[in-house]
């Protein structure tokens, strides 16, 4: 259920070289920096590939270790570089002391971000608060007009008061809907074909069409949807550690791809600090 296609390293990464592509003066070289992690490995292949179509050079890639504690002087490379982008692929706990760190640093790249795990989820939100201002990251799912597919406020409002009382993600963005899609995929499935055998969920599955609170779904010949959908959003007038301010879009602008974005990019990131 994982919005990212059939080509999840290119999905991941596309809206951030693309919406760097488009700006003036055009940016002309990256800096990749990824944590020492399986996870990391297919996003930045994509990183590359994307680089390389919109005629970026990669002039400073560098891993780190999950244990690090001390990003200065693994900033202090990256400024070395001078980079016009920063591209990050890291994961939560690295992911807030990264942005910090960068918060610190002198160096400004003109754009920061990209593929972040953790900014997503509402505890980090809250903990950043307007450190996070600037930044561009992935996002499956924000409460933007372009996304407010069927069914899916009341959907999050429901959860939303349960999830005060079990002590999860208060706002559920991130994961709450994408779950919710796939039991509404299987539910359709199961009553579509009268029963629970295998074989005729996943021929219905593989040729159906479902309109869930994800919006409308297809399934490709491998399993994955058929056309993704991830959107890069850029943090944008995050004033409090507030989550309630994260309840409608205004504080995270999608700003690719064009079809659902709901804002312009602040260029460059000094400029939205």
Not at 9 to 22: C, D, R, S, V, W
Not at 60 to 70: I, N
Not at 123 to 144: C, D, I
Request: aromatic content about 10%.
């Amino acid at each position: 259920m994982i919005p990212t296609g059939p080509d999840p390293n290119a999905a991941l990464t596309e809206g951030f070289f693309e919406i760097a592509a488009q700006q003036k003066p055009r940016p002309m070289t990256v800096a990749l920096l990824s944590a020492d992690a399986v996870f990391s490995k297919n996003p930045i292949l994509g990183a590359r590939a994307h680089a390389e179509k919109h005629g970026f050079k990669v002039i400073h890639e560098a891993e780190y270790s999950l244990a690090t504690t001390d990003f200065a002087p693994i900033l202090d490379a990256v400024a070395a570089s001078n980079c016009d982008l920063l591209f990050l692929c890291s994961y939560i706990q690295d992911s807030i002391d990264l942005i910090r760190a960068i918060r610190k640093h002198s160096f400004r790249p003109k754009m920061v971000g990209a593929g972040m795990i953790g900014p997503q989820n509402t505890s980090v939100k809250t903990a950043l608060g307007p450190l996070l201002n600037g930044l561009v990251n992935y996002e499956y799912w924000v409460p933007v007009s372009t996304m407010i597919f069927p069914g899916v406020a009341a959907f999050l409002d429901t959860y939303r008061e349960r999830a005060r009382v079990e002590g999860v993600d208060l706002l559920g963005h991130y994961m709450a809907p994408l779950a919710y899609a796939q039991m509404q995929v299987v539910a359709k499935a199961i009553t579509s074909t009268g029963g629970l055998d295998d074989r005729a969920l996943s021929n219905f599955t593989r040729n159906a069409v479902f309109h869930t609170v994800m919006g409308e779904i297809r399934f490709g010949k491998n399993g994955e949807w058929e056309n993704p959908r991830v959107v890069q959003v850029q943090f944008q007038g995050i004033d409090s550690h507030n989550a309630d301010q994260f309840r409608d879009g205004s504080k995270q602008v999608v700003v690719s791809p064009g079809g659902l974005a709901s804002g312009q990019l602040i260029f460059p990131y000094a400029s939205a600090l």
